[in-house]
């Protein structure tokens, strides 16, 4: 097993199981599953690395040219699978120090906007956050096609 055994994410990463909903991407730099149901509007997205690393500045050139595009297609099938407005890109990395970055679909209803948005409970159910995963993985496929 590569990376670090005490770190959360490594663990995800190695582990044989998927993470509720399962995965909705995973390739050699990144894996991609929903948030928390109970904590997330529907289409909340988690991107976490695949290697041990904490800071942009610490991707190699072939993290970061497959990041990109990686925004680009979850951006499309979250806009296109749910009520996402806009979807929203956060990366603190303060409580967990392996690289991950949250996808946060703002639905257009909703009152807020920006670090507003960002900073309000957010709420959801297992069974929206298993769909919305379903719904945004079948989009991937079908747009890799
Ligand atoms: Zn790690």
Redesign the pocket.
Known sequence: MS??HT?????L?AAAEEPPGGWIHRDAFWSVYHGPADASIPGTMKIV?R???VDFAEMTASEAAAFGPLLAQLDTALRATTDAERVHLVSTRDR????HAWLYPRPASHPLRGTDFLAAPQHGDPAEAVAAAHAVRRHLIAAAR
């Open positions: 990376g670090n770190c959360q994410y490594c663990r990463n690395s290697r041990h690393f967990v120090q392996h690289f």
